[in-house]
């Protein structure tokens, strides 16, 4: 597994946080005893999936180190709203017989954490099909409408954004895709190009059911975008290095 500083490095070069503030955000969760411990440099603790998802929930939720500790006891404990599970429940025998089958169910990882910071350790553990999804062979990005246009999707990017809302304490996680879409007639001449965003996948984790705003708790939203290369990333130097 890869060691703490190269992992730090990494969310450096995706701009998360500067070098030090990361170093801080780590020190704290390892000091309440969140993340594996060890020395500095050559003694530097391996870093596992857990640590990473810690780390990066942490930078998620605030933007003081300081407060990391606290609220990723608050928010990495998050459950799934009764409503979300009654759903699980309903679609689980579809789950089961696609799986049996050998059918790519791509987010079965995800339904299937049971706390928010499950979800985010499951999201690190992710193969680099899932955050490519051109790599996957189930994938059909061509098809035609009922007119008879052929439709040809380029997948550019996805992106987990993370929305969460401090006076009634909850985290949605979005899985957004950022594709080009390419139109053409029956005859195969081009007629359009555009941009799209997708969203194939949403989960709500929370304390409670919300009822809403109210004068004595508004809500407070924070909103926060990770680039899936970076989660790939990280998966990869953990696996390489271990």
Same mark, same amino acid.
């Given at each position: 597994? %890869?060691?703490?500083?190269?992992?730090?490095?990494?969310?450096?070069?995706?701009?998360?946080?500067?070098? !030090?503030?990361?170093?801080?955000?780590?020190?704290?969760?390892?000091?309440?005893?969140?993340?594996?411990?060890?020395?500095?440099?050559?003694?530097?603790?391996?870093?596992?999936?857990?640590?990473?998802?810690?780390?990066?929930?942490? =930078?998620?939720? =605030?933007?003081?180190?300081?407060?990391?500790?606290?609220?990723? %006891?608050?928010?990495?404990?998050?459950?799934?709203?009764?409503?979300?599970?009654?759903?699980?429940?309903?679609?689980?025998?579809?789950?089961?017989?696609?799986?049996?089958?050998?059918?790519?169910?791509?987010?079965?990882?995800?339904?299937?954490?049971? =706390?928010?910071?499950?979800?985010?350790?499951?999201?690190?553990?992710?193969?680099?099909?899932?955050?490519?999804?051109?790599?996957?062979?189930?994938?059909?990005?061509?098809?035609?409408?009922?007119?008879?246009?052929?439709?040809?999707?380029?997948?550019?990017?996805?992106?987990?954004?993370?929305?969460?809302?401090?006076?009634?304490?909850?985290?949605?996680?979005?899985?957004?895709?950022?594709?080009?879409?390419?139109?053409?007639?029956?005859?195969?001449?081009?007629?359009?190009?555009?941009?799209?965003?997708?969203?194939?996948?949403?989960?709500?984790?929370?304390?409670?059911?919300?009822?809403?705003? =109210?004068?004595?708790?508004? !809500?407070?939203?924070?909103?926060?975008?990770?680039?899936?290369?970076?989660?790939?990333?990280?998966?990869?130097?953990?696996?390489?290095?271990?």
């Amino acid at each position: 597994m %890869a060691r703490l500083p190269a992992l730090l490095d990494l969310m450096t070069e995706f701009g998360v946080a500067e070098r !030090r503030t990361l170093e801080v955000y780590a020190r704290k969760l390892r000091e309440a005893g969140l993340i594996s411990e060890g020395r500095k440099g050559v003694g530097a603790a391996r870093v596992t999936p857990r640590d990473a998802a810690m780390i990066v929930l942490a =930078t998620m939720v =605030t933007d003081s180190p300081s407060a990391g500790p606290n609220l990723i %006891a608050e928010y990495g404990s998050l459950k799934i709203l009764p409503g979300y599970r009654r759903e699980d429940d309903l679609a689980k025998e579809e789950r089961i017989s696609k799986r049996e089958a050998g059918i790519n169910i791509e987010f079965d990882h995800l339904y299937d954490a049971n =706390t928010s910071i499950d979800a985010l350790e499951n999201l690190i553990k992710s193969p680099d099909y899932f955050w490519v999804p051109e790599l996957n062979l189930f994938s059909q990005p061509i098809e035609r409408d009922k007119f008879g246009k052929i439709i040809r999707r380029n997948f550019l990017n996805r992106y987990v954004t993370a929305k969460f809302d401090r006076a009634h304490p909850n985290l949605e996680i979005k899985v957004e895709d950022s594709i080009e879409v390419f139109e053409n007639d029956e005859f195969g001449n081009k007629s359009s190009v555009k941009f799209d965003i997708t969203i194939p996948f949403e989960r709500k984790w929370s304390k409670r059911i919300s009822f809403g705003e =109210t004068n004595d708790r508004p !809500r407070f939203i924070k909103t926060v975008a990770y680039d899936g290369r970076l989660l790939m990333d990280i998966a990869n130097l953990i696996k390489v290095s271990g």
